[in-house]
């Protein structure tokens, strides 16, 4: 019988990894299911990589959701992704053309200890789950423990403070996987993108400093072009620019360690909505955020396969 | 009930400062109160014309407010109830499945 999946509804853990176990079942030739590592607490850190496996040595895409735990809208957003791309690879050629062209690593809960507790405990949890020696609070921000600036303005040494950078960068395993990942792939990893809410914002580096890219044309073009596509759906409205001056300065980010690891298209979405309802998107508004983004996803990707 | 009904009577309110004076004042207000930063993450992002969104647990929202009025901030109710707000959304869902 067909496989039901509910795609406008969110999804505890389980029901996701059953989800992609199924994808790769289900989609041999244009979907492949892999785990990255472990998480703090033994939780495979589960990766789709999505292509026409035909051709070989191409450029490729990353896309996490779930860094902060409670930003639901961002798994949601990730399996999304990959119903539209398998199920209009055939039909769509554009979709056809950059999965022939591109590789698509999904990655739709990279904070899968944080999720986890988000849905059993506490609905607005952040941090991983890991623990800290010296105190009673656990945790450490995934998007401030990566090795660019460390803990610098933006960040909190402080274990129970939402922001922690952790002990040290890297030092929470979801965030060593990824970064493992991507430094083994950096050849090929062409598009880093990270998908956070809420605020309707599209993201580039630097988070960290004051200070323009080098390639600060070529991106602020995709940029351009993403959030014109995304406003074409539904006229939703999304901010841009440099993290430090469009949200605020932080150091340890995702994006800007991708970019500084060589990957020249570094992304943070924040999705909807502004506020009204924050982290409780409702679920009747999960298929037009997915859509919208959909859009300028596509939109990034379709400028990899373009010279700048 | 959802999350053992923990969230009944929290709230979310939104601050935007208009001056140096109130982002200080609200500074000094949250080192000493325990709230859930929405956004931004942090007490450290707080900025002039920017909303600050928080999360604050029932048992402290009427002190919270008593202190903005007193301090003449001006703030707004983003969600009066967030266990109500949560259940309402979980209806949604069940009767969508009924359907």
């Given amino acids: ?308 | 009930k959802l999350y053992s009904n923990r969230y009944e009577g929290d709230q979310v309110l939104r601050i935007i400062p208009s001056s140096h004076v109130e982002i200080q004042l609200l500074k000094q207000l949250f080192q000493n109160m325990t709230v859930d930063f929405w956004q931004p993450s942090s007490t450290s992002f707080i900025h002039m014309g920017s909303s600050v969104d928080i999360h604050v647990g029932r048992n402290s929202t009427g002190r919270l407010k008593a202190h903005l009025q007193q301090t003449h901030i001006h703030y707004e109710v983003l969600i009066p109830n967030l266990q109500k707000e949560m259940e309402k959304q979980a209806g949604y869902r069940s009767s969508r499945k009924r359907r």
Wanted: hydrophobic share 35%; with cysteine.
């Fill in chain 1, 1 to 308: 019988s067909e496989f039901q999946y509910d795609y406008e509804v969110y999804h505890p853990l389980e029901e996701i990894q059953s989800w992609m176990f199924e994808m790769n079942r289900t989609h041999p030739h244009l979907v492949d299911m892999f785990s990255i590592g472990r998480s703090y607490e033994g939780r495979p850190l589960y990766v789709l990589k999505l292509g026409n496996r035909k051709r070989l040595h191409k450029k490729a895409m990353w896309i996490d959701c779930g860094v902060h735990a409670r930003e639901w809208i961002g798994p949601a957003f990730c399996q999304w992704f990959v119903r539209e791309a398998v199920n209009s690879y055939l039909h769509d050629s554009s979709m056809r053309r950059l999965m022939n062209q591109l590789n698509f690593y999904i990655m739709p809960v990279f904070n899968v200890d944080g999720y986890h507790y988000s849905w059993k405990t506490d609905r607005f949890w952040r941090k991983t789950r890991s623990k800290n020696a010296k105190y009673h609070c656990r945790g450490v921000d995934a998007n401030r423990n990566w090795k660019v600036k460390w803990c610098d303005e933006g960040a909190s040494l402080h274990p129970c403070d939402d922001t922690y950078c952790g002990p040290f960068p890297e030092s929470e395993p979801e965030v060593k996987a990824v970064a493992r990942f991507l430094r083994k792939h950096r050849k090929h990893v062409k598009a880093y993108i990270s998908i956070h809410a809420y605020a309707q914002m599209l993201l580039y580096p630097y988070s960290y400093k004051y200070a323009t890219i080098p390639n600060f044309d070529c991106v602020e073009t995709a940029a351009q072009n993403a959030v014109r596509a995304l406003y074409s759906a539904y006229g939703v409205r999304y901010r841009y620019g440099p993290a430090s001056t469009t949200l605020y300065v932080s150091s340890g980010s995702s994006i800007d360690w991708a970019y500084k690891n060589g990957i020249p298209y570094a992304f943070a979405f924040e999705l909807r909505d502004t506020g009204y309802y924050g982290f409780l998107l409702p679920e009747a508004l999960i298929g037009p955020t997915c859509m919208e983004t959909m859009r300028a996803v596509r939109a990034i990707a379709s400028g990899l396969l373009k010279k700048c």
